[in-house]
């Protein structure tokens, strides 16, 4: 079936979700939003969260989406749940999967989760883990700053390395030996976060075992785009189309064309 899939982040960091869908699923269309009017999710109540991310699914259904997948940790954690039963496609989430693949990387039985206030105040992902496995300890750690760090492109940088630092020193000491990159910007600050934490921790990235879903539901509903060989991607976004473009194009393995402004406020 060729209808796109629709994406959605609070901005450009759901793009490694997609980065992956295109890896696992090349035949896929997809339609990306990005709330880069409203971002951060991050620091925001449910409340708010819950009305962005509905506004969000109301604007992909009318681009007849086949399947949706929150691409963001914080709206996975604060919106999908409340919001599944309203929608008529499939849903996937980052979060679920992250602690899946999380449980199934530890052999300590001690798990570090990396992600927005909202992300950890939820409680979210050491619910999932402790649903999979009771005998697995979480620990948790907001890292705020790490979004605007990855935002201005610091990706390799004394700064960010403080960051790291300063951030994760507490949860070194806890023995992790998995830490779930519970934010969806934090993939791109792999290099600083491994080179701290050192060889013996597994960096969890939700993306690609959410690809991973996405293609077992989109196979079990008889969904799939087989064979289709060129496919097409369009994104859209709240606000500054240039910084989105130049983020875009450095994460993503194409060229992103044209980027839409989309009055999220009206859906
Ligand atoms: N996309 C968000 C997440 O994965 C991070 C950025 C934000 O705070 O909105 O939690």
């Given at each position: 079936m060729d209808a796109p899939i629709g994406v959605f982040d609070s901005g450009v960091g759901g793009l490694t979700v997609v980065r992956e869908i295109m890896r696992q699923l090349p035949s896929e269309n997809v339609i990306y939003f990005g709330d880069t009017a409203r971002v951060p999710y991050g620091s925001k109540s449910k409340a708010t969260v819950l009305k962005f991310s509905k506004q969000i699914v109301r604007f992909l259904m009318t681009k007849n989406v086949k399947a949706i997948v929150f691409a963001c940790n914080t709206a996975s954690a604060l919106a999908l749940e409340d919001m599944r039963d309203e929608i008529t496609v499939p849903v996937v989430g980052v979060v679920r999967p992250g602690a899946r693949m999380a449980v199934s990387m530890t052999d300590t039985k001690s798990v570090g989760i990396i992600g927005t206030y909202g992300t950890i105040k939820s409680g979210i992902y050491t619910e999932y883990i402790r649903q999979l496995d009771k005998n697995v300890t979480v620990v948790g750690k907001a890292c705020p700053l790490f979004v605007p760090l990855v935002e201005e492109g610091l990706l390799e940088d004394r700064i960010t390395d403080d960051m790291v630092e300063r951030y994760l020193s507490e949860l070194k000491q806890y023995n992790v030996d998995a830490l779930v990159l519970g934010c969806t910007h934090y993939p791109l600050l792999v290099n600083p976060i491994k080179r701290f934490m050192g060889d013996g921790v597994t960096l969890v990235n939700p993306a690609y075992e959410t690809a991973k879903e996405l293609k077992n539901i989109l196979a079990k509903n008889d969904l799939l785009n087989e064979g289709k060989k060129n496919p097409g991607y369009e994104f859209y976004v709240s606000d500054g189309v240039d910084k989105f473009k130049s983020f875009a194009d450095r994460v993503l393995?194409?060229?992103?064309g044209e980027v839409q402004v989309v009055d999220i406020e009206s859906y």
């Open positions: 393995p194409i060229n992103v």
